[in-house]
Structures are given as structure tokens and as C-alpha cells.
Antibody, heavy 116, light 113 residues
């Protein structure tokens, strides 16, 4: 079964940094666009960023541009999200998702809490 | 940005009865390749989202046939022919043609009366 497993979430102070990871298995990761989608507590889904299969194109929602960086390591079947200058409004469950507009496989998410 | 508007916000349904959720986009979702990139997701309580429907009406593997998607252009509908207890959760539509950003509807909460 295709699987995505996120890690790296936690409690961080405003202005701090975190790096999320997503381990992919049982599909050809290097052929897939990948995305991060987040969900604030009690709220809906918000697309955060995506990256082309070879890493040559990256796109972000305006609210994270300049603060977050999406990257991937196809040799390790891994997706990353480096989050800097974190704000309270970044508090959310972050999901790793396969695809660009397909979004057919979702991980279980990792929780990021930004609070002093 | 393309705005996705779902209605209703909350949908109380009697078991065995049909349910219908509307999703409207602020721009047409028809791509130049002829496809319409409109997905529907289900999020059960405490679970991650799960894709149910892609390209308006194609059901994902393992999705019961009581779920169906329809629509065109800017107006789309998700229907559940006979609601079961396991269908409780929040349903989201999503457009994947005018991006960035990819945008989701605000969600419709389906609950049992």
C-alpha cells in the first residue's frame, strides 16, 4: 500500500524554525509531484507548497513565501518542509500529499504548534 | 485566486436518506486539455482527508458507489445516495487548475440527525 509518513512536528516559539519530513514508500516517488497541505485547529484545508518531481519547480502560498522552503531527496524517497520565522498562525497539522492537482494520497500529518 | 464556495456549511441527514453538497468556483475549472480538475475529499473525525472523487466524477478505488460527483464549468455537486453512519465527517472540494494557489472549499459537515 502506498504510504506517506510525516515527522518533525512539535512545539516551537514564535520566530523559531522547524523542519518537517515525509517518508514515502511503495510508489515511484521520483515520478511524483508532492505537496504540503495544512489544517489549523478546527479549520479547513490550506495548500502550502508543492514541488515538481525533479525539484526544478517549487510553488508556495503567499503567506509562507520567504519563510518556508520545500525540498525533496529522490534517492531517499523523502519530502521536506523547512519552516523559518514561524508565527502563531502557522499552528496546524501539516499533511504530506502525493500529487499536484491529483492529491490522491495523504499522510496522517504532523502537528506544529507555535506558541510562547 | 480562485474562490471555492461550498454549501451548506452543515448538513444533518437521516440514515438511509440522500445528501447533496454544492461547490461553486469563482472561475471555470475547465483546462485546455479538456479535463476539469475538481476533486472531492472526505475527512472523518480524527482522520486525514481522503480523496473520493477526481476530475468531477471519477470515483477513487474503494469508494462506495453511493458517492457520485457531477457538474461542469463552475458548478459542482457531490451526492450520497443513501447516507450511512460511516459517512459522517467534513467534505471538501478542491480546484487544481488555476494555481498557485491550489484552493479548497470551506468544508461541509455531514452529521446524522
Amino acid at each position: 500500500e502506498v504510504q506517506l509518513v510525516e515527522s518533525g512536528g512539535g512545539l516551537v516559539q514564535p520566530g523559531g524554525s522547524l523542519r518537517l519530513s515525509c517518508a514515502a514508500s511503495r510508489f515511484t516517488f521520483s515520478n511524483s509531484w508532492m505537496s504540503w497541505v495544512r489544517q489549523a485547529p478546527g479549520k479547513g484545508l490550506e495548500w502550502v507548497a508543492n514541488i515538481k518531481h525533479d525539484g526544478s519547480e517549487k510553488y508556495y502560498v503567499d503567506s509562507v513565501k520567504g519563510r518556508f522552503t520545500i525540498s525533496r531527496d529522490n534517492a531517499e524517497n523523502s519530502l521536506y518542509l523547512q519552516m523559518n520565522s514561524l508565527r502563531a498562525e502557522d499552528t496546524a497539522v501539516y499533511y504530506c500529499v502525493r500529487g499536484r492537482q491529483s492529491m490522491d494520497v495523504w499522510g496522517h500529518g504532523t502537528t506544529v504548534t507555535v506558541s510562547s | 485566486d480562485v474562490v471555492m464556495t461550498q454549501s451548506p456549511l452543515s448538513l444533518p441527514v437521516t440514515l438511509g436518506q440522500p445528501a447533496s453538497i454544492s461547490c461553486r468556483s469563482s472561475q471555470s475549472l475547465v483546462h485546455s486539455d479538456g479535463n476539469t480538475y475538481l476533486n472531492w475529499f472526505q475527512q472523518r473525525p480524527g482522520q486525514p482527508p481522503r480523496r473520493l472523487i477526481y476530475k468531477v466524477s471519477d470515483r477513487d478505488s474503494g469508494v462506495p458507489d453511493r458517492f457520485s460527483g457531477s457538474g461542469s464549468g463552475t458548478d459542482f455537486t457531490l451526492k450520497i445516495s443513501r447516507v450511512e453512519a460511516e459517512d459522517v465527517g467534513v467534505y471538501y472540494c478542491m480546484q487544481g487548475i488555476h494555481w498557485p494557489p491550489i484552493t479548497f472549499g470551506g468544508g461541509t459537515k455531514v452529521e446524522i440527525k
